[in-house]
């Protein structure tokens, strides 16, 4: 099985950091609920943020608007603390040493630059960021723009993410996709593809 694949595509929230999922504080910070803070996100432009249509300001501008209240800081960018998963980390170091790794992820700018800063995406060989290719998960051209960037075919890609929709989508296209649980899960099903020694 090693010598067919290539290519290995990671999610890079909940798979290579924790600290991601910002909708329950940022709610909880503007005394809304889970569902109410997502139904106002998305009218305000949640889908066009993460494609880059709109940046963070333009998205809290939409937000305030609907809101009825003045949200004058970035959010997003305020509640996220990213923290490396260390055993994910050596995993994609050990990949390396033989196959290419990249970066697929549903972003925006301000987490984008928080990642960048901290030094997360040096793991990667190349990052492919929803916000600069204007394409996101799961959509099918979010994969395939990836394959043709990297000259892959799907049947020489494996990919990684922590979200059923978005693997489910990259398995119906013939790339091989493992839901993320545990760095130590993802280690015995690599080991077992003869990929890394186990």
Same mark, same amino acid.
């Given at each position: 099985m090693?010598?067919?694949?290539?290519?290995f595509i990671f999610?890079?929230?909940g798979?290579?950091c924790d600290g991601t999922?910002l909708?329950? !504080?940022i709610?909880?910070?503007?005394?809304?609920?889970e569902q109410e803070?997502? $139904?106002?996100?998305?009218r305000a432009?949640l889908?066009?943020i =993460?494609?880059?249509? @709109?940046?963070?300001?333009?998205f809290? %501008?939409n937000?305030?608007e @609907?809101f009825g209240? $003045?949200?004058?800081r970035? +959010?997003w960018a305020?509640?996220?603390?990213?923290?490396?998963?260390p055993?994910?980390v050596? +995993?994609i170091e050990?990949?390396?040493?033989k196959?290419r790794?990249?970066?697929g992820?549903?972003?925006?700018e301000?987490h984008y630059?928080?990642?960048? =800063? =901290? /030094?997360?995406y040096?793991?990667?060989d190349?990052?492919?960021?929803s916000h600069q290719?204007?394409? #996101?998960?799961p =959509? %099918?051209?979010?994969?395939l723009y990836? +394959? %043709?960037?990297?000259?892959?075919k !799907?049947?020489e890609t494996?990919?990684v993410?922590?979200? @059923?929709?978005n693997?489910?989508?990259?398995r119906d #296209? /013939?790339?091989r996709?493992?839901?993320?649980t545990?760095?130590?899960?993802?280690?015995q099903?690599?080991?077992? +593809?003869?990929?890394l020694d186990?």
């Open positions: 090693s010598e067919k694949l290539k290519l999610d890079v929230g798979v290579l999922s909708v329950v !504080p709610a909880r910070h503007l005394g809304l609920n803070f997502l $139904a106002l996100a998305r432009g889908r066009e =993460q494609i880059g249509k @709109i940046s963070p300001r333009e809290w %501008k937000f305030s @609907i209240r $003045a949200i004058e970035d +959010l305020e509640f996220f603390k990213p923290v490396l998963k055993d994910t050596r +995993l050990e990949l390396r040493k196959y790794v990249v970066a992820t549903n972003t925006i301000s630059q928080i990642h960048l =800063q =901290q /030094g997360h040096d793991v990667f190349r990052v492919y960021a290719i204007g394409l #996101m998960k =959509q %099918k051209e979010f994969f990836i +394959l %043709k960037s990297e000259s892959a !799907p049947e494996f990919f993410d922590d979200t @059923i929709e693997v489910a989508a990259a #296209m /013939g790339i996709s493992f839901l993320f545990s760095a130590e899960k993802l280690k099903e690599l080991a077992s +593809l003869e990929v186990s």
